[in-house]
């Protein structure tokens, strides 16, 4: 029996379910419902609806919640009751109807197995068993609860569209269709997970995506063993480089408008159902510093920006650990009146510059996560009152310098810039503080170097995450730091798979189906 | 030494146009190849070409054996004799990072930290060299874009505040210390060239063959030295002699307004350089140790031939009858015309004799 083609599986293995779930459905009802409430355990969340309707016995099933009510009476139960049917109609000729005559909903499909039941009735699907048929019918009349379409809340932009994904996975699927109106988007629909069986769509340009690329993501999905994935996070380990890093090589996106150009640059997309973000690869680390806006403004204005967020994010990595090597080991690199005025501010405070650093670092990381985890308002006021605290009364209390104060808030304020690196920028910034307070600018350097070297090892999808900078490819420059005009942008659109190192030396600089 | 790891052109260049560094940054006076004569400019420049001319003569060789690499061209003579070429090879290149390791540790506890334990910096230096392997010499060259980079920057930045105070009065003929001052310069800077074995063996992983590169690196490291040789000269003058680490001297004496002073810049081009080209050489010698030995045994290579180089270079930090003597070796030039010229020659040309070669 065909499944319809938004479950069809053919490139990942069927979850494997509870016993007897791979069970074929047979032309008893009452077996069938035996069976069905070994499997389900009598859950009571499960509607199990029997009625008789032209001399045939019937089961209506469907998850309490999951289905539309108003369109199950409309489209189905009106419908199916006002049938042309006659009074003794057998089940061969109901199946006959249902096959050929009725369309219930759009999605409507035969089903001959219980993995199949429980598959469409888990999802929101209503199902209709008869008695003398050993098989079922499900109708996508799913009416489940959830979040409408917001702002998105981490990737802020002045102009263009203010959606953001939302936890429903077809909201989103239709969020970026909306966008990209070409048959050349394709997605592949599969679930994820031994028992929470959550579904996710795999998302790219069939003239742009790269085979190896697009089997090795389905291959690594396919090998999940996880037994419930209930956000992204889950399954982006097992989409990640091999090799340990602080830098992610899978992106995310709560951006539909963002997915859409990402794909259009030849990556794979991921939506999972039940997270409000999508994921993408290959990801390159100069992503991190891309903004949806800088494709708003003037690329002159645009490439401002970007060296900012360059510079902030060297400032709040750096900042703190290099003050501290500075003032314990390196003075002499100061200009006597900023020496002078650090001394007048630091003689009184009783810690070492490092453990100062750390004080201070530790209350506004205690501050932040408290502000994130409160309700709106009242984080709101504890961020204020931690402002308050860590900045004026503590200086005055000597507990902390002044200078340091500056460090620490630029530091913080820095790290909002690229937002996407905030875990990483976190500990590489405690790293520097420990290295800088222990070894001077001898430890910054050494780590500096091994965490570098630990990036330029990282390889998303077998494309090196520093291209187009090393391996240097010239190809991917015009969006890098400098972001040139669209009408250059157009004429030669960028295809991230053009980046790989075998392909750096003889770039094709046209896409693919591009003219010559 | 990975078949399977692919290097750009550029990467290649960068990679080892900063470990070509080590020479100049090094440099302590009288001991080592002298950078700050005039006779030194010259000395260089002919250096770098005769070391052109070695790369290309072991190159030639390897190529027309129809083989990739030195060792393999070794290894063609028969596998006893390979073995004994690739062990002395490996041997040479372990002396050049036990040099590497024993310069880091003695310009951080003589220059920067004069204060600290010279353990810990051989220590931090070891577990720097191990990770970059772990790493992998692409990240290695990777990252060598980016450090190139940095350097010229530090460069520009550094003469920009040296012009001010440079006398090019002090820029005589090269000639004027006689031709034997010269041909010992040569000979010095000539031997400064350890890095070509490491070039021969990883120009096979570099996309479009290298050669192209491998003339750059040839032409920027001369550059960049010639450049410092005329700073030292310019700027320290005959006061250099006088000076530990006369670059570190040059650097300090940039007039540069925030920060007061640039010789963490040093430093931080110091260790880079240090750090590169040790393991570079730290890779050659796991690869000769993974080619000598069975391959269960040779599971721990890596960490056992930098853990030996830190042991020898902490050793040599301990006694000066020991240093002296390593460094007597290591400015003899012995290691270098063993690894770079004598072996590739012989054996090579043993192999063509032989007609032991697949072409």
Not at chain 1, 368 to 393: C, F, H, K, N, Y
Not at chain 2, 114 to 119: C, D, L, R
Not at chain 2, 178 to 193: C, E, K, Q, T
Not at chain 2, 316 to 338: E, T
Request: aromatic content about 10%; proline content about 5%; hydrophobic content about 50%.
């Amino acid at each position: 029996m065909k499944m319809p083609y938004f479950y069809a599986r053919d490139a990942y293995q069927p979850p494997s379910g509870p016993e007897g779930e791979a069970q074929r459905l047979t032309a008893s009802l009452n077996e069938n419902l035996i069976i069905l409430r070994q499997i389900s355990g009598g859950s009571d969340d499960l509607i199990v609806r029997e009625f008789e309707l032209c001399g045939l016995r019937l089961c209506l099933l469907q998850i309490e919640g999951m289905v539309d009510s108003l369109a199950m009476a409309d489209f189905f139960i009106r419908p199916l009751f006002a049938a042309a049917l006659s009074n003794n109609t057998t089940p061969d000729a109901f199946a006959d109807y249902m096959r050929n005559q009725a369309i219930f909903a759009i999605d409507q499909q035969e089903i001959g197995s219980f993995s199949e039941l429980f598959s469409f009735v888990m999802s929101g699907f209503a199902v209709l068993l008869c008695d003398g048929l050993s098989t079922g019918y499900a109708m996508g009349l799913q009416g489940f609860a959830y979040r409408s379409v917001a702002e998105p809340l981490g990737e802020f932009n002045v102009r263009g569209s203010r959606e953001s994904f939302t936890e429903a996975l077809r909201v989103n699927m239709s969020m970026v269709r909306r966008r990209m109106k070409t048959p050349l988007l394709k997605m592949e629909l599969g679930t994820v997970g031994e028992n929470s069986r959550t579904g996710f769509c795999l998302l790219y340009r069939t003239d742009k995506v790269d085979s190896a690329t697009l089997n090795q993501i389905k291959h690594r999905l396919g090998a999940i063993r996880l037994d419930t994935v209930l956000e992204s996070g889950y399954i982006q380990p097992f989409l990640e480089n091999a090799k340990a890093s602080f830098f992610s090589t899978v992106g995310t996106t709560e951006r539909p408008d963002t997915l859409c150009a990402k794909l259009a640059e030849g990556r794979v997309g991921l939506l999972i159902d039940g997270t409000p973000f999508a994921l993408t690869l290959p990801h390159l680390f100069g992503e991190y510093f891309q903004g949806f806006d800088d494709y708003a403004h003037p690329p002159y204005y645009a490439t401002m920006i970007r060296l900012l967020r360059y510079l902030a994010f060297l400032l709040t990595v750096m900042l703190p650990g290099l003050y501290v090597a500075i003032a314990r080991y390196h003075l002499e690199l100061l200009p006597p009146a900023l020496l002078y005025n650090i001394a007048t501010a630091e003689e009184n405070i009783p810690f070492s510059a490092m453990l100062e650093v750390l004080i201070i670092t530790l209350i506004y990381e205690v501050v932040r996560e408290a502000g994130l985890r409160m309700p709106q308002p009242v984080g709101m006021a504890v961020s204020i009152v931690g402002a308050l605290v860590v900045g004026d009364a503590a200086v005055k209390a000597g507990i902390i310098g002044a200078p340091m104060v500056m460090v620490v808030a630029l530091t913080a304020v820095s790290a909002f810039l690229v937002p996407a690196l905030y875990q990483a920028i976190t500990f590489l910034r405690l790293l520097l503080i420990f290295a800088g307070g222990f070894f001077g600018l001898f430890g910054i350097t050494a780590v500096l170097l091994m965490v570098g070297c630990n990036l330029f090892a990282r390889e998303s999808m077998g494309i090196p995450v520093t291209t187009p900078v090393a391996p240097i490819a010239p190809y991917g420059w015009r969006d890098l730091i400098v972001r040139v005009g669209w009408p250059k942008l157009s004429r030669e659109q960028l295809n991230v798979q053009h980046l790989r190192q075998e392909e750096s030396d003889t770039i094709p600089h046209k896409t693919e189906g591009q003219e010559e | 030494m990975d078949k399977g790891i692919r290097i750009g052109q550029v990467e290649f260049f960068a990679l080892f146009t900063l470990a070509r560094l080590f020479g100049s940054l090094t440099y302590v006076g009288e001991g080592s190849m002298p950078i700050d004569t005039s006779t030194a400019l010259l000395g260089q420049l002919c250096a770098a070409l005769l070391a052109w001319g070695a790369f290309g003569l072991v190159t030639g060789l390897v190529r027309l054996a129809g083989t990739q690499t030195p060792v393999q061209l070794c290894f063609l003579t028969g596998k006893p004799s390979g073995r004994a070429a690739t062990a002395l090879l490996g041997g040479c290149s372990f002396l050049v990072m036990v040099q590497v390791i024993n310069s880091f540790e003695r310009y951080f506890t003589s220059t920067v930290y004069p204060e600290a334990s010279g353990f810990i910096f051989i220590l931090w230096c070891i577990a720097v060299l191990i990770f970059f392997n772990v790493m992998g010499l692409d990240a290695l060259s990777r990252m060598s874009n980016l450090l190139l980079l940095g350097l010229v920057l530090v460069l520009i930045v550094v003469t920009a505040g040296l012009w001010s105070v440079a006398e090019p009065v002090e820029l005589i003929s090269p000639f004027y210390e006689g031709p034997m001052a010269l041909l010992s310069s040569i000979y010095r800077s000539f031997v400064d060239w350890g890095d070509l074995i490491v070039m021969a063996m990883m120009l096979p992983m570099v996309g479009g063959g290298g050669r192209r590169a491998a003339r750059g690196v040839f032409g920027a490291a001369i550059v960049v030295a010639e450049l410092i040789s005329v700073l030292v000269i310019t700027v320290l003058g005959g006061a250099s002699r006088m000076q530990l680490y006369p670059v570190h001297a040059l650097f300090s004496a940039a007039d540069i307004w925030v920060p007061t002073r640039v010789d963490f810049l040093f430093m931080m081009l110091f260790m880079t350089v240090c750090l590169l080209k040790g393991a570079l050489h730290l890779a050659f010698v796991d690869h000769a140790l993974k080619t000598l030995l069975p391959v269960g045994r040779a599971q721990h290579s890596l960490g056992a031939a930098a853990l030996t180089a830190g042991v020898a270079a902490f050793a040599l930090s301990r006694s000066h009858w020991l240093a002296s003597n390593f460094i007597a070796l290591m400015n003899s030039g012995a290691p270098m015309l063993l690894m770079t010229l004598i072996i590739p020659l012989l054996w090579g040309t043993a192999a063509l004799l032989s007609g032991r070669h697949p072409s």
